[in-house]
């Protein structure tokens, strides 16, 4: 069965400052990763995706972030961080020639102060 | 332009009560999913459907029903059953198998149902 561990629930950072977001996945076959965002009152919209090839993975808003099989990690990053990125971020995880229902982790809540 | 669009956006209910949430996609997407989120618990897994007139129990089904009785619609009904229904309800769909958003769920903007 597959499981995903967000480290942390809250993450609080300044203005212009970088950030990284962690995000551990568990699973016995191949994988396919994600990370959504999630507005106050709003649903999730897709920042990024790895499903194969490249390692390192550009999204939108700025974020990239960078899958690590071997720690079997899929962090999130950004090198400047705006005030319209505070948000709650979901990582996620699915497996590719299954059911693809994706096990979401417990999200972290970024916190972008000026 | 394309999505999903669930209503009510807000939505109270007095205990007892049964109260149906609404979800409808014109993304032609076969797969559909209900959610629930509290605070500090993520997404849970309610109910989901990978074709018409069949669906399936996620991880905390107890308390509710669905239909799919058509490809676009996935109506969620809590009923009087679900002991702690206060909560933020996210509807989401998605392709099945590969292709250009292999994996990705949709997600409509959510109903938040306040039992009182």
């Known amino acids: 069965a597959q499981s995903v561990t967000q480290l942390d629930s809250q993450v609080p950072v300044f203005e212009e400052a970088p950030v990284e977001l962690r995000c551990n996945y568990s699973?016995?076959?191949?994988?396919?990763l994600f990370w959504y965002v999630q507005y106050p009152n709003q649903g999730l919209q897709l920042l990024l995706k790895y499903l194969s090839g490249s390692t390192l993975v550009k999204g939108i808003n700025g974020f990239e972030a960078e899958f690590n099989k071997s720690q079997t990690s899929f962090h999130l990053r950004k090198p400047s961080v705006h005030i319209s990125d505070t948000a709650e971020y979901f990582c996620?995880?699915?497996?590719?020639?299954?059911?693809?229902?994706?096990?979401f982790g417990r999200g972290t809540s970024l916190i972008v102060h000026p | 332009d394309g999505g999903i669009t669930q209503s009510p956006k807000y939505l109270f209910r007095k205990e007892g009560q049964n109260v149906t949430l609404s979800c409808e996609q014109n993304?032609?997407?076969?797969?559909m999913y209900w959610y629930r989120q509290d605070p500090g618990q993520g997404l849970r897994l309610i109910y989901y459907s990978q074709i018409v007139n069949d669906f399936q129990k996620g991880d905390i089904a107890e308390g509710y029903s669905v239909s799919r009785e058509k490809k676009e619609s996935f109506p969620l009904t809590v009923t009087s059953a679900q002991k702690n229904p206060t909560a933020f309800y996210l509807c989401a769909s998605s392709i099945i198998g590969q292709g250009e958003n292999t994996g990705e769920l949709f997600f409509g903007e959510g109903s938040r149902l306040t039992v009182l």
């Open positions: 699973s016995s076959v191949s994988v396919y």
């Open positions: 993304l032609n997407h076969d797969a």
């Open positions: 996620a995880v699915s497996e590719p020639g299954g059911s693809y229902i994706p096990t």
